[in-house]
Nanobody, 119 residues
Framework: QAELMESGGDAVQAGGSLRLSCAASEYRYVRYCMAWFRQSPGKERERVALVDVWDKTNYTDSVKDRFTISRDLAKETLYLQMNRLKPEDSGMYYC?????????????WGQGTQVTVSS
């Protein structure tokens, strides 16, 4: 069973930056398809960014050109660099891992880290 531990969430002002980290318990989970999701009160959980096993990335439109997903295999860690933050970026951010190359299903989840962006 994968263990994923997010960190880096904080309260910042609009226009600021944060880097979220997701430490995996085992190397192989970081090599799988991984993603960042967020959930805000009253909204459905949405996938924010994804990196597949070939390191191809995908972003939801609202974060394109502001967020960057990356991973450090040696550190077994997934990152989300968030720049030019907006109040609508606020929410609980979760990292998730697939069980391989399938990016349609994420059975492994972290506990989440809170991001609050004030105007």
């Amino acid at each position: 069973q994968a263990e994923l531990m997010e960190s880096g969430g904080d309260a910042v002002q609009a226009g600021g930056s944060l880097r979220l980290s997701c430490a995996a318990s085992e190397y192989r989970y970081v090599r799988y398809c991984m993603a960042w999701f967020r959930q805000s009160p009253g909204k459905e959980r949405e996938r924010v960014a994804l990196v597949d096993v070939w390191d191809k990335t995908n972003y939801t439109d609202s974060v394109k050109d502001r967020f960057t997903i990356s991973r450090d295999l040696a550190k077994e860690t997934l990152y989300l660099q968030m720049n030019r933050l907006k109040p609508e970026d606020s929410g609980m951010y979760y990292c998730a891992a697939s069980s391989g190359s399938n990016c349609a299903h994420f059975p492994y989840w972290g506990q989440g880290t809170q991001v609050t962006v004030s105007s």
